[in-house]
């Protein structure tokens, strides 16, 4: 792929692949442990409120899981920021002075409370007290919600910039409201949509586990209360995201046009209507789409809410100017497919809920087990669409892709993304493989605190708080 | 003379110090596992700094990103000199990370993560020390960008120092272990502490010889008058330090050990800046050259300001909710 392309645009593909490929990896950590984060804050607080062991175990369960899965997500998330420094550097000396705060205070606001509370959380139950240990889990949670506020407002305002003024070196430099960089034009709606996505792929890893453990054992009450939570998620916020997500679409047709017409497969301007494409094969050589199969006049529908609005296509952007439509277009179907499919399952929830078969209809769990995967997914598709859709600039119109890229040449480039592919799938996959593991075993009341496992005691000497602990608890219990 | 410039150099220096000595236990401890028995002795080491490590590596992303919203040319042009340096301790810090979860969900190939435990802890001191050494002999810059090839890094000096920041950090992480673990453990962390602190020793004594002769500014600023006079405590509080440090190392005292270590650190980290003043990129980029601009600047103090000393308050209550001995006891 490679050939007939100078050594400078080989580096820049080289790094641009280095981007997608480390931090599509780590978002998948992030997606999980923002929605299970505050999971485990429920099921903290419901244990707390009821006194019913079977949140505790529950918690228990998956805090293990969460051990695991924040600490991929730390690791991997130290590289990216890095990588700006590393391999964008041009881009890190122009808008260091706008991004760079944001970024700082999301290590400041986020990183610190996650990271202080984390220890406590995992591993003093036994040492602080019930109260204090559900402070530290909310903590967390709360700390994993601000983490994305300000990352999601740093990517925001590379797609929408607001609140600047360029320096005379032609840096872009604060203007006086911090506020109107922040709170740029997509920041609500894509905050929204992106802890809204987080809470649905928890929710559906969390429905999978349930279900898979009601195949075999329809009557364990673990598994049926966590399938129960899940599936309210699903039913409930499902529909809410497709909503949520049409309004961050009208959005972006309002600032970045032309990933609207990417996603649409819009190559030709359409003056009285434009048709939705539910299939169809993008050639971005011939500017056409093959074998497309259309609703007419649906995407003016939709998108204008006027069945005969015209909608403007890539015929009318500059050819160095449009995302490749291939990639955006496709990615953009798999995550509305999957939100619909999404949506389908909370739906036969409701109604096996209504028919009291919740946990008596093998195909429902067979398909939420299927479903486990889908947020992952569904989320990675749609980072795809947003981040491929503004190609080709890091600053929306204004700073190119190109001109962003570090001096560093093809080769050291080279190396540097093999040696991340090879280490992510080896030590990710080993850690996703630990994960399946410990959901593959039900959760059972007593179920075993990390503490009490066999890496046993964070205690000091002379101070055997947990036999206190327990006792509490096995009261509150019976 | 106190600008706004100026404090946020101090500011990274102050994360960049605290990142030094908390990851730097850490990574002391992974460097001296090996030779730490299978069990017990290993067991306790890691739940020595399990509840903590997130935290203390959380201040390499203050500092980066620190460096990066503060002094965001400083960061454009060192990351990518250093390159392989930084990716290498990247992935080495992921190694060291996920061996804290990895090597209880698999006991079976425990083994294999312990090994990634020390070798992730050891190329990320090593690349840390080695940017050092890169950073202190200079980079070639031209106009905004670096501009030299990606092995430059590579010399005597920065391998030097390199060595000098894995025995350091193996000193912290001794005198850590002094601290919190019992038995046959505690035996060895003295042991490798009295190794690591002469070692850490020779090599701080050979940079510090080493580096005024590097450049002509730091040889100016280290030996001319006046500033000679009042530069002279440095080395005569180090070497002070360096016999009480042996000293209660010898006499198996508790936690003063790992206070004497903190205070070699913070005197070299003094040196330092004495020999990189005012630059951030030696004799190329001085830290007003590399600043953000003030609007930047204002915005992220008033957030240190407010939230600096909440972040020390429950970092320090994480501390002490884990304090005393780990327990070689009790397992199951």
Not at chain 2, 132 to 156: C, F, K, M, N, T
Not at chain 2, 216 to 245: C, D, K, N, S
Not at chain 2, 254 to 278: D, H, K, N, Q, T
Request: charged share 10%; with cysteine.
């Amino acid at each position: 792929m490679f050939a007939g392309m100078d050594a400078q645009a080989a580096a820049l593909v080289l790094a641009r692949m280095q981007f997608a490929f480390t931090v599509s990896f780590h978002f998948i950590f992030p997606a999980f442990s923002i929605g299970l984060a505050s999971y485990l804050a429920v099921l903290e607080a419901l244990w707390l409120k009821t006194g019913k062991e079977l949140y505790l175990d529950l918690f228990r369960y998956w805090l293990k899981i969460f051990s695991v899965a924040f600490a991929m997500g730390v690791v991997s998330g130290l590289v990216m920021s890095y990588q700006f420094g590393t391999n964008w550097s041009v881009f890190s000396d122009k808008v260091g002075g706008v991004i760079g705060p944001l970024m700082a205070y999301e290590v400041l606001t986020a990183f610190f409370l996650e990271a202080g509370f984390l220890g406590v959380m995992l591993f003093g139950m036994n040492r602080v007290g019930r109260g204090l240990h559900f402070a530290a889990t909310l903590m967390v949670a709360v700390g994993t919600f601000i983490s994305a506020f300000w990352i999601l407002s740093v990517n925001s305002w590379m797609q929408t910039p607001t609140g600047f003024e360029i320096g005379p070196n032609g840096a872009f430099m604060p203007g006086p409201s911090w506020a109107a960089i922040i709170f740029n034009p997509s920041f609500p709606y894509r905050l929204v949509h992106t802890v809204i996505a987080a809470y649905l792929t928890t929710a559906f890893v969390v429905g999978a586990v349930g279900a898979w453990h009601l195949l075999r054992d329809r009557v364990n009450l673990h598994a049926r209360k966590m399938f129960s939570m899940a599936m309210w998620m699903a039913a409930l916020v499902a529909p809410v995201q497709i909503f949520v997500g049409d309004m961050h679409g009208l959005n972006t047709l309002e600032h970045q046009p032309a990933k609207v017409m990417a996603m649409e497969g819009h190559y030709q301007s359409h003056p009285d209507g434009a048709p939705l494409y539910l299939f169809g094969i993008p050639d971005d050589k011939d500017q056409k789409l093959d074998y497309a199969i259309a609703i007419p006049k649906a995407s003016s529908l939709i998108l204008k809410h006027d069945p005969n609005a015209p909608l403007a296509g890539l015929d009318t952007i500059a050819p160095d100017k449009r995302p490749p439509v291939w990639i955006v277009f496709w990615s953009f179907r798999i995550m509305v497919g999957l939100g619909f499919l999404m949506l389908g399952l909370g739906l036969w929830s409701l109604l096996a809920r209504t028919r009291k078969k919740l946990y008596d209809w093998p195909l429902l769990h067979r398909l939420a087990v299927l479903m486990g995967p889908s947020g992952f997914i569904a989320v990675i598709a749609g980072w795809v669409t947003t981040e491929v859709g503004r190609q080709p600039y890091t600053v929306y119109g204004l700073l190119t892709t190109a001109d962003s890229v570090s001096p560093i040449a093809a080769p050291a480039v080279a190396t540097s993304l093999a040696a991340f592919v090879v280490v992510y799938f080896a030590v990710f996959g080993i850690g996703t493989w630990y994960i399946v593991h410990l959901m593959k075993d039900p959760p059972h009341p007593h179920e075993p605190a990390l503490e009490e496992e066999e890496r046993a005691p964070i205690r000091s000497a002379g101070i055997t708080p947990a036999q206190h602990m327990d006792a509490q608890s096995d009261g509150a219990a019976s | 003379m106190i600008d706004l410039t100026t404090i946020w150099a101090l500011i990274i220096a102050f994360a960049v110090l605290m990142y030094v000595v908390m990851d730097g236990f850490d990574l002391g401890i992974g460097i001296l596992f090996p030779w730490f028995h299978e069990g017990a002795e290993r067991d306790q080491a890691m739940n020595a700094i399990a509840p903590v490590w997130d935290g203390n590596e959380t201040w390499l992303v203050l500092g980066g990103g620190g460096l990066f919203a503060a002094f965001p040319l400083a960061y454009a042009i060192i990351l990518p000199a250093t390159y392989p340096l930084i990716i290498a301790m990247l992935l080495g810090l992921v190694f060291r990370g996920v061996a804290f979860e990895f090597r209880w969900r698999d006991p079976r190939h425990r083994a294999f993560w312990d090994w990634a435990f020390f070798a992730g802890s050891l190329i990320a001191a090593l690349a840390q020390g080695i940017t050092l050494g890169a950073l202190l002999q200079g980079i070639h810059v031209e106009g905004r960008a670096y501009a030299g090839g990606w092995l430059d890094w590579l010399s005597p000096y920065s391998l030097m120092t390199g060595a000098g920041v894995v025995a350091g950090y193996a000193l912290l992480g001794a005198c850590w272990l002094a601290i919190k673990v019992e038995g046959s453990a505690e035996d060895k962390a003295f042991r490798y502490a009295r190794l690591a602190a002469w070692a850490t020793l020779a090599l701080m004594a050979s940079v510090s010889l080493a580096t005024p002769f590097l450049a002509h500014q730091y040889f100016q600023r280290w030996f001319t008058e006046p500033m000679i006079f009042w530069l002279v405590p440095v080395p005569m509080l180090t070497a002070g330090l360096a016999i009480l440090l042996l000293r209660a190392v010898h006499a198996r005292q508790p936690v003063r050990p790992f206070l004497y270590a903190l205070g070699l650190f913070l005197l070299g980290m003094i040196g330092l800046g004495v020999s990189m003043w005012p630059w951030v990129v030696p004799q190329s980029i001085s830290i007003w050259d590399a600043a953000a601009p003030e609007r930047s600047q204002v915005f992220m103090l008033i957030g240190v300001g407010l939230i600096m000393p909440l972040i020390l308050v429950y970092t320090g209550w994480a501390y002490w909710v884990f304090r005393g001995k780990v327990g070689e006891h009790g397992y199951h």
